[in-house]
């Protein structure tokens, strides 16, 4: 019997600097997300960073809680729902991190029956801290709990049939609507040394301005190239003007090069140039979380005023939109019936 998996990021239990912390170490504990030697991580991450982050984290989870709870989690919900209601088979939802635990969506799978499982990452670019978590994580709980299950993963979707489609319509109903001079699309952040890691070929992603743009095997698994790749499918079935948009990379830690140009850096020289009304759009995510509504819609805004910018206007994810949730039902429908490779090619 076939079934879906749902996954997203997770969140910790409640804004209680405790949950936090729980959760922070988890996530951060993570080899794919903090990729150093575990002795380094475990100094890093337990000997410095969760003695001073879980209470500011947890002061900036408490901005965007929702009284249902964590938005992500309320969000990633409503749009299960909204699967399930199109499809005969089951849709389970589940987090890489945090109490909605991986094994529990498997399990409740499982017990309906299902033994051939779409493994769907809601993610739109692949990264070693997102999608490639994910499946390493869900491998690894099949082989010792579930042995029997077929699981195959959605690949990134970020130039998926219909998706750039609906990203341009969420956008397009947003931009039609308001004055802006400048469009920003923000998207997560990763250190340098992911996309090197990442590179297939060994030897493509030199991170020089041409690499993105050369086709290579190695824009299958490149998160800068598809971030980079989106901005431009966008911005032609957007018909954009060159110059009025431009892409950033948000969320760093540590000290080793992350991704740039950096968001907030981007924010304020927009600001300092003269751009007096901008619009953000964060396309790594299709939920919103603690990066989209307080770094991007709260911080950023905070940046762009300081400068003297005059209107800041942060578009929501995808979410829970009925347009959203039919692309993915009929993904997954169209996995139902027919060729495996062809299904999800």
């Avoid at 690499?211 to 299958?220: D, F, G, N």
């Avoid at 901005?231 to 060159?242: D, G, N, Y």
């Avoid at 910018?309 to 692309?327: M, V």
Wanted: aromatic share 8%; hydrophobic share 35%; net charge neutral.
């Amino acid at each position: 019997m076939k079934g879906v998996l749902l996954v997203n990021l997770g969140s910790p239990d409640s804004t209680d600097p405790k949950d936090v912390k729980r959760y922070l170490d988890e996530f951060l504990m993570d080899p794919r997300v903090i990729d150093v030697p575990k002795w380094a991580r475990v100094l890093l991450v337990r000997g410095i960073i969760l003695n001073t982050r879980p209470k500011k984290s947890a002061e900036a989870y408490s901005k965007i809680w929702w009284k249902e709870g964590s938005p992500l989690i309320v969000i990633s919900e409503r749009l299960q729902k909204k699967i399930q209601q199109k499809l005969n088979i089951p849709v389970a939802l589940a987090m890489r991190y945090g109490s909605m635990t991986l094994k529990k969506g498997l399990s409740e799978l499982a017990e309906k029956g299902v033994n051939d499982i779409l493994l769907v990452p809601l993610y739109p670019q692949f990264a070693m801290a997102t999608t490639e978590t994910i499946e390493v994580k869900v491998e690894e709980l099949r082989k010792e709990f579930f042995p029997n299950m077929e699981i195959t993963s959605l690949p990134a979707f970020y130039k998926r049939e219909g998706y750039i489609e609906v990203l341009s319509r969420s956008i397009s109903e947003v931009i039609q609507k308001k004055e802006y001079d400048h469009l920003l699309f923000s998207y997560h952040g990763v250190p340098e040394r992911h996309i090197r890691k990442s590179d297939i070929t060994k030897s493509h992603c030199k991170i020089d301005g041409q690499c993105c743009v050369t086709k290579s095997p190695a824009h299958q698994y490149c998160y800068r190239h598809q971030c980079y790749e989106t901005t431009s499918m966008v911005a032609e079935a957007l018909q954009l003007k060159e110059g009025s948009y431009s892409t950033s990379f948000q969320s760093r830690l540590g000290f080793d090069p992350w991704l740039q140009p950096y968001t907030d850096r981007t924010i304020e020289r927009l600001g300092k140039e003269g751009i007096k009304k901008l619009i953000v759009v964060t396309p790594a995510f299709v939920s919103d979380c603690l990066e989209t509504l307080e770094e991007i819609a709260m911080e950023g805004e905070e940046i762009f005023h300081e400068v003297g910018g005059e209107e800041f206007t942060a578009i929501p994810c995808l979410n829970d939109r009925d347009d959203f949730a039919s692309l993915l039902a009929k993904w997954i429908e169209r996995w139902t019936v027919v060729d495996l490779k062809k299904a999800i090619a």
